[in-house]
């Protein structure tokens, strides 16, 4: 058996989902149909071996991940996931990544309810391009509607992922740092809390390259300045333990990969998002605000300023 | 200037075309809307340094190609391209070629009207991956519906392409060879032939791997026969006049990289058809008929079977 029919057998099953493919896998195109009234959300990532992860990463965690992360930007949008194309770039012999990759992969596509409806397979360096389709109604969250005075909330905790990086590398790990691990390895999209924020925050981009850095494409986009309190980041617990406060709240502003959702919203509606984080079950906390100007600041409880856009970090 | 910024510079006017884009390239997705009634075709194609093209081939024909034959899928399938997606693996130092790629890209793009609305950047081995998204209405042209007593009818000339891959090695060239070798660096897709035949036609597919192997697909996925007469295959002027008959015959048989159009359409359609081809400024040569059984089989003016899937060729 040659590399491409294994691809068929492990891949065809993820053509699931409830959503109405009217032509699926093996023909020139996939045809679907889209839910009525519903504008189309696209976004395709793609993940080289060597340079976003490692040779011997299992398999089926890069599988699992490579769909996380895709949804977590249609969920930046405040897009549902439901269709994804899948090209992957295979060198020769490598049968049971493969599998592992589709178990990895497949996990996350049911969870989501997302259906794999087509993709190309070329001999290659080992790379996986995902192409995600979603669907997404009403005002979509983009970067570029951040309004001054708005409240910036993000999902979850920060600087877990960052964490993982570090601890990957021991020989052995206990609970609090498997937590950590897992926070990297599994990134939650948080596609019910944006949905459900939809004409409620006025801005979203889920947290990739760093807090600091994804709130600059949201103040350069917005053309705004935001002011961030670091006293009120979400911490874990488990983060906190392991690193200590200084270090964690480094993490939590610099480090990437954490895939929360940081939101803009109008202090009017700040009731409302908290109820509807506690509807999704999804910690949402302030930690900061919009301001005029173009800068990213950050302030301790006690007023002082550790970094701006400009002139970077100030000890403290 | 890195090559990100680079990219930024040469692909987004390729943000072009006539639809409607709600939220374009920058943002975590692309946002669009989708005609009203259409259904949407998806596919993807992945073109590997060193597999699918050598590294000193010209990067803007690279990039013409690259769109063409994505978009030559979408014609297979009756649908027309509307917007696209790029996923861009490149090595240090590759400006020049991603501002000649991007040329290209963008050549083709314009002739069919579709727009570039978004993508990925990584470092990594040059790999290009390209995600066509496309409207279709009406009953698409899928491989699995040829029935028994359709016609068989194939639009251009075939086995130019595979002729194009010998010439390309010679050191200089004249105009028919000339003809020959823009026949594979600038595939057509037949996307306005295969949209009027929407209705008409009961299956389509294009010519990738070749017409013998094609047909074999048709004839897997529609489970019929397909008799092929090889003195009517449409041979190009050119190919005849350099490779002599023979030679010119078995391009067309086995060759792959024409990207016309095959089409299996009911007799009662054929008048339609070739009205509609006249329409469209397209040759459209019946070569065969669709049979009982699961054979893909060829045979001369004289009634003697010079191949079947079962047995290959037999010598002529």
Not at 10 to 17: A, I, K, Q, T, V
Request: charged residues 20%; negative net charge; proline residues 3%.
């Amino acid at each position: 058996v040659d590399e491409f029919d294994l691809i068929k057998e492990y891949f065809s099953p993820l053509e699931n989902g409830t959503h109405e493919v009217v032509v699926g896998n093996g023909d020139d195109a996939a045809i679907i149909n889209m839910p009525a009234g519903k504008s189309i959300a696209l976004s395709v990532d793609t993940l080289v071996e060597g340079v976003h992860f490692l040779s011997d990463a299992p398999a089926r965690m890069v599988g699992y991940r490579a769909a996380a992360i895709n949804f977590s930007d249609m969920a930046a949008m405040g897009a549902t996931p439901c269709y994804a194309l899948l090209s992957l770039t295979i060198p020769s012999n490598c049968d049971k990544w493969l599998r592992d990759f589709s178990l990895g992969l497949g996990e996350c596509f049911r969870e989501y309810d997302c259906s794999l409806i087509g993709g190309d397979t070329t001999r290659g360096p080992l790379t996986i391009s995902l192409t995600i389709i979603g669907a997404v109604s009403g005002r979509q969250l983009t970067r570029a509607r951040a309004q001054i005075g708005d409240c910036i909330l993000v999902s979850g905790t920060l600087g877990d992922a960052r964490a993982a990086l570090d601890i990957l590398n021991k020989p052995s790990i206990g609970v609090e740092e498997k937590f950590l691990v897992n926070r990297y390895e599994r990134p939650i999209a948080r596609t019910r809390l944006s949905v459900s924020l939809l004409g409620v925050a006025n801005s979203a981009i889920d947290v990739s390259d760093g807090l600091l850095a994804d709130l600059g494409h949201v103040a350069t986009a917005s053309k705004v300045g935001i002011n961030v309190y670091v006293d009120t980041l979400p911490i874990s617990t488990s983060l906190e333990s392991i690193y200590g406060e200084d270090k964690a709240r480094e993490f939590a502003l610099s480090g990437g990969d954490d895939y929360e959702v940081i939101y803009a919203i109008p202090e009017t509606f700040l009731d409302e998002a908290h109820l509807m984080a506690n509807k999704t079950g999804t910690r949402l906390t302030q930690i900061g605000i919009v301001t005029a100007g173009s800068e990213v600041r950050c302030f301790t409880k006690g007023g002082k300023e550790i970094f701006s856009s400009s002139k970077g970090f100030s000890h403290f």
